[in-house]
């Protein structure tokens, strides 16, 4: 058989931990092999990370090539780089056996249209099968055992951290202050695409601007509270166990501005999927995003009047409920808005004078109880490991052992902290310290209430409003009113408009 025209077909897992030098060493080993053989050749090369077949898209332009009669043979370092699974395999021998192409490794020529090669080559991919299995399971329990361990078994580890020797996250301090700088924003009450503009000239993990997307995702991540959370998926991709390290390492931010932040979120989102329920463009009124038909409970919007451009409406909803003038609905929600004050002020004795339904103390004695046992614990893991340095344990033994006893470590400090923070909930110096905050920002608006109203101050009011409302609930009514007619005797009916407003604001303790 003449050989002149070759593919060569190189391929690296992540998965199996290969790095570029491994692909480089492949290259090496091949390209020389044609070159020693003086075969001309061109190069496909991936790299796979237990990618689905149709996914390599290398590994089928070259089938294609191939069916085209571009080359005479296939060149690659061993078979098992073509493919492991035996299905594939055979998948890809049929291939080159219509088309007559041998497959070359540098210890043989696999020519499949003979008997002896075909079952010599079938053999080697029953074993390559087999091996993949093995590999796959032994990583997939690796990984498992890493995040109970609390290592980062991810891949490239979030904006704010790097990966340590230890296997496990460790802060890089110029990224973490962005990260501090996106939550802090957020808490403050701005919008994800605010605090996208805020962050021009910054980058990501990967060198580029920071997107909407790439802002959200950050905000929703528990990595940043020392949390590590990895679902174990079944082979149809199904969750099939979930595993939480809530010590994992060392927390960017606390656990309760992650919450405050994830009410900040809620309160811009709707439905069960978290869609932007937010409209953009310009603020029109202090009011906008928050005004909701109390018929129907759609949200309501502003627009400007065609006419007069310093006049702005409530647009009527869909359902019925008429529009009204910015300046009307104002003084309408203004007016019901100084009773918040008293509001939270009641709210907040209401929660000082609670009868806590737990004793604290008795949550503080339960965690002194589980530090102790957190503290045998690790005496046990440490004698483990010198029984099995001393042959008491056999290492399948030693894993086992090991394995019980980490998973019983972090379930106590996971209850450990389930229980700091229900003692947080009953804080009398959290809840005054919530509610300052909330009388403080009404503090702040009625500032800007009482004075000319300016663009900016706009924008400010909106800001804070979001902070503390969930909705304002908007209905305009119209109500036959009879009196007295002045001008002549008898009674006179009229038709008289009213506002109706109702201010839902957020829970504080949520």
């Not at 290259?27 to 237990?50: A, F, M, P, V």
């Not at 009669?69 to 594939?88: C, P």
Request: aromatic residues 8%; hydrophobic residues 35%.
């Amino acid at each position: 058989m003449l050989i002149k025209t070759v593919a060569i077909y190189n391929r690296i897992s992540r998965d199996n931990g290969e790095s570029d030098d491994v692909l480089l060493n492949h290259r090496t080993i091949t390209t020389r092999l044609c070159d020693s053989r003086k075969y001309q050749y061109k190069l496909y090369e991936e790299i796979e990370s237990g990618g689905k077949f149709e996914e390599r898209k290398q590994l089928l332009q070259l089938l294609k090539d191939i069916q085209q009669g571009l080359y005479d043979g296939l060149v690659v370092v061993e078979l098992s780089r073509i493919a492991r699974d035996n299905l594939y395999s055979q998948m890809i021998a049929k291939v080159l056996e219509d088309n007559e192409v041998p497959i070359i490794t540098p210890n043989k020529i696999y020519n499949l249209s003979d008997e002896d090669d075909k079952f010599v080559f079938d053999m080697e991919s029953m074993i390559s099968s087999k091996e993949l299995r093995t590999i796959t399971r032994r990583m997939k329990n690796g990984k498992i055992e890493g995040a109970r361990r609390g290592e980062w078994i991810q891949g490239v580890p979030p904006l704010g951290y790097t990966r340590g020797k230890d296997k496990k996250l460790v802060i890089v301090e110029s990224e973490a202050d962005i990260i501090r700088q996106i939550f802090n924003y957020a808490e403050s009450g701005y919008g994800i695409p605010s605090i996208v503009k805020k962050l021009v000239g910054f980058k990501t993990k990967t060198e580029k601007q920071f997107t909407d997307t790439a802002v959200y995702t950050i905000l929703k991540n528990k990595t940043y509270t020392g949390s590590i959370i990895y679902n174990v998926k079944g082979k149809k991709g199904n969750i099939t166990e979930t595993i939480e390290n809530k010590h994992a390492h060392e927390a960017i931010i606390t656990k309760e501005q992650f919450i405050s932040v994830q009410q900040a979120i809620k309160s811009r989102m709707s439905g069960d999927l978290e869609t932007r329920n937010r409209s953009r463009g310009m603020v029109l009124s202090t009011l906008k995003d928050l005004v909701y038909c109390t018929r129907c409970k759609s949200k309501m919007g502003f627009k400007k009047d065609s006419k007069q451009a310093n006049r702005i409406y409530l647009k009527a909803c869909k359902c019925g409920n008429r529009g009204v003038s910015e300046t009307a609905l104002l003084d309408a929600f203004q007016k019901k808005f100084r009773f918040l004050e008293r509001f939270y002020r009641d709210e907040w004795q209401k929660a000082l004078e609670t009868t806590e339904p737990v004793s604290k103390d008795s949550l503080l004695q339960r965690i002194e109880d589980l530090k102790k046992m957190q503290e045998k614990l690790n005496k046990n893991l440490v004698k483990i490991r010198s029984a099995y340095i001393e042959e008491v344990f056999t290492k399948e033994e030693y894993l086992s052992e090991k394995s019980n006893t980490e998973e019983k470590l972090n379930q106590v400090l996971s209850t450990i902290d389930d229980l700091l923070d229900q003692i947080n909930s009953l804080d009398k110096e959290s809840i005054t310290s919530q509610y300052k905050s909330k009388l403080e920002k009404i503090r702040q608006i009625n500032d800007i209430y009482n004075k000319e109203v300016s663009y900016n101050d706009m924008v400010e009011v909106n800001r804070l409003l979001k902070l503390m409302l969930d909705k304002v609930y908007y209905k305009r009514l119209s109500e036959k009113v009879t009196g007295i007619n002045p001008s002549r005797k008898g009674l006179k009916v009229e038709q008289v408009d009213f506002i109706q407003i109702l201010i839902a604001s957020k829970d504080i303790h949520k």
